[in-house]
């Protein structure tokens, strides 16, 4: 290393939007969902100091409000009674919590049966407010916006399979091409044959040419779990693990053989896995996709995006997640930004998903700095791996844990970090997240972690050169350990360090 001296198509808010009918909402700080479904009954709270939603409290009760529904077409009195018995104590927390606003939702049970209203009316005055009865285009329209909220430009089969109905549509780049919801659920009595009809009778699922299958709710969830339960997967989040058709097909078969195989699955699903599987099976071979893809949205994300999101936030999700993050936890304001104009010039940046990351690896670089400082690179990595949201990839979560643990540890190989962190990604991904991660490390400690003394440092970077070029005053910053750093940092990036002081 040397130091020298100087010498369009339509949006899939805008189809929606029309098909949105609760007043406009302003941001709030404490917003409910309540899902009320043909299995469950949930209620989701979210906070919302600043601009995007987190959960702060999640619970559901199986009240199997839509049981015998495709015998009787009624719901059931007890039926009844027990979400209604739900919907009281979720007022009563409603209440407690000081929520500002609450969007109360029913799906398929309620819509499909003939005394619907014997549920909705006494409901609405629990909750003193309407409880909305989602038609099937408004439903499967929800189920979409919440998928694409997270993954924007997803193409392919989304299937949300309900106790009593599946909600089937076609994406491509995130549009909405085509939308069916049929009446048969994991709580349903219906032969396969029946199924495959039904689902043959719409002739553009098996025309699409669809090559994954989003799969949301409950019964999918037991599918990743089963997943995670039979294989050495490394990462144990549900949402955006991939599973092969043809292993997919293997487990359906397994979960209706005459002694059916459930490990993995959890024991609440273990009666409705077989119906679950059929409707999975007959969906996987009819459509032909190649994959099943482990969705954790909901629809309680749809009407989220389409009330309480800003059309910036729903157009990136996991940069205004990151931004939020950056917001409370940088130590001096502007850092993050600061960060991304310094790592700009970098190779990797020239690539916009790779650009994209690194941002968000700089919105996220503060976030541990004031964790026990032997812990800090492990705590950062598994705080990334652990973030709850549904808006990264297994490889993006992994990527920017390895990115973040480095950005702590540096290149120490006696700290803490979680098992097979960097599992999923190829040699040059994880090279590139160790890159990122020294290249930030460098960067705050020269600076103190401050705006100031970041714009007194850039980087110019070719084939085989990273070159950092210091203001002439900054240079009393540049100790050996910072040029050790910044040293580390370039040959990471398979470059040699060169240092320039002045203009």
Known sequence: MSISSPSKSVTLRERLSDIVAWDAVPPTSRIAVIDIGSNSVRLVVYGKNGAYPSPLFDERSNCQLGAGLDVTGMLADDRIADALATLTRFSAVIKAMNVDACYPIATAAVRRATNGDAFTVPATAILRQTVRVLSQQEEAAHVARGLTLNIPE????????????????????????????????????????????????????????????????????????????????????????????????????????????????????????????????????ISGVKRLVVSGTSIR??????NELSPSQRADFLVAVSQEIATTSERFAGVSAALKQFLRPLALCSNAPKRRLVDVACNLADMCWAEHSDMRGDIAARRVLGLPVNCMTHKERVWLSVALYHRYVGQKLNKPRPGRIDSLLSKRQTAEAVTVGLGLRFALIFAAGTVRHLSHIRLHADAKTLTLIVDPVARDLLDTQCQRRFEAFANSAGCVAKIIIGA
């Open 154 to 285: 997803a193409s392919g089969l989304v299937a949300d399979l309900g106790g009593g109905s599946i909600e089937i549509v076609a994406l491509k780049k995130g549009e909405i091409q085509h939308a069916v919801s049929l009446n048969y659920g994991h709580l349903s009595d219906a032969s396969e044959e029946e199924i495959m009809a039904a689902m043959t009778a719409v002739e553009w699922i098996a025309t699409v040419g669809a090559k994954q299958l989003f799969g949301v709710g409950g019964s999918f969830r037991a599918f990743g779990l089963a997943f995670f339960a039979r294989e050495r997967y490394p990462l144990p989040v549900l949402h955006g693990v991939k599973i092969p058709a043809a292993k997919t097909l293997a487990y359906c078969d397994g979960f209706v053989a005459d002694q059916p195989n459930m490990t993995g699955v959890p024991l609440a699903r273990h009666g409705t896995m077989a119906m679950a599987a059929k409707i999975i099976r007959a969906l996987v071979g």
């Open 301 to 306: 994300d749809g009407v989220l995006a389409m």
